[in-house]
């Protein structure tokens, strides 16, 4: 007796690895080569080719082609009709010698009638819109929405999925603040002021100045394992999110009176820049690309929240 369940009216083919308590409902079809883990639901008319690997507990609602090439996380959700492509120049009867990898991310979900384009990475408790057209890679954590998707926000998470709102008083407590400066408006005009020794907790050895960012763009998506951070836009506003490994918030920075100061071992994200922004940021040491964590995997397991 096997230890998954297949619907009379669904194909699982034989070579098939297919882990317990995993159900395979009607109409469904499962290739040879196909691995898919424990605790998943294969829902209606799925069809499942041979390079295709699915972690524990994913969700794939009906009508969903997975191709061949696609990697699956666990806790991943596909909602129903999204299209997976594997080819970017596809012709019938002729056929790649290798498919592009398109990885979902642990916790990722897949808004109903999405487009993901080939290669790409949706990162790790990502939620893709329906309808958008994922055709470049998505960070983690981002929400986005639109042909071609672009990132709107970020979610926040407890450990269980469910949705918080994003809280920078815990952030606060890890050690990331807002800093207000001291300004004076005056009829020629206003004057913000950043007495470092007094406002930073670090102090400043390098400033680097960013600027002309389309609004659809995403920058930093890294941290910092030594080096501290102070931001301020000087002119517009930008959208700066903040992530510590256990918990995440957003903060507005929208004027030159106000700055957030973001410690080691903090990821942080920058994006929704308005047209003509200006967002300066004072760092505590020249630059060391051995400083930077580009990976969030990484991030979270150094500290210890993988």
Not at 132 to 137: C, E, M, N, T
Not at 209 to 236: S, W
Not at 256 to 272: D, F, N, S
Request: hydrophobic share 40%; net charge negative; aromatic share 8%.
């Amino acid at each position: 007796m096997s230890d998954y369940f297949v619907h009379p009216n669904g194909i699982v083919e034989p070579g098939a690895q297919i882990g317990a308590r995993t159900r395979v409902w009607a109409f469904a079809h499962v290739l040879p080569g196909a691995r898919i883990g424990e605790d998943c639901n294969i829902c209606d008319h799925c069809y499942v080719e041979n390079d295709v690997v699915l972690g524990d507990r994913v969700t794939v609602k009906p009508f969903v082609p997975l191709p061949d090439g696609l990697r699956i996380e666990d806790d991943v959700f596909i909602g129903p009709n999204v299209a997976f492509t594997n080819d970017h120049f596809p012709r019938s009867k002729h056929y790649l010698a290798q498919f592009p990898r398109t990885t979902l991310r642990t916790g990722s979900t897949i808004g109903a009638s999405a487009t993901v384009l080939p290669g790409v990475t949706i990162g790790r408790d990502a939620m893709v819109g329906s309808g958008a057209v994922v055709s470049v890679d998505i960070p983690p954590n981002a929400i986005v929405m639109g042909v071609p998707a672009r990132v709107v926000g970020f979610v926040n998470s407890d450990r269980n999925g469910h949705l918080q709102p994003g809280n920078l008083a815990d952030l606060e407590a890890a050690g990331a603040s807002l800093i207000k400066l001291h300004t004076v408006s005056d009829p020629d005009g206003s004057l913000a002021v950043n007495e470092m020794a007094k406002l930073l907790p670090f102090v400043p050895r390098r400033y680097f100045v960013v600027y002309d960012v389309p609004n659809h763009e995403v920058r930093g998506l890294h941290a910092h394992r030594i080096q501290h951070q102070f931001l301020t836009c000087v002119r517009g506003s930008v959208h700066v999110m903040v992530d510590n490994g256990h918990c995440r918030a957003e903060v507005v920075l929208d004027s030159p009176g106000v700055g957030l100061y973001v410690p080691p071992m903090h990821w942080a994200a920058q994006y929704k820049y308005s047209a003509g922004s200006v967002m300066l940021a004072l760092s505590s040491s020249e630059y060391d690309p051995t400083d930077y964590i580009h990976d969030y995997e990484e991030f979270l397991s150094l500290t210890g929240a993988a």
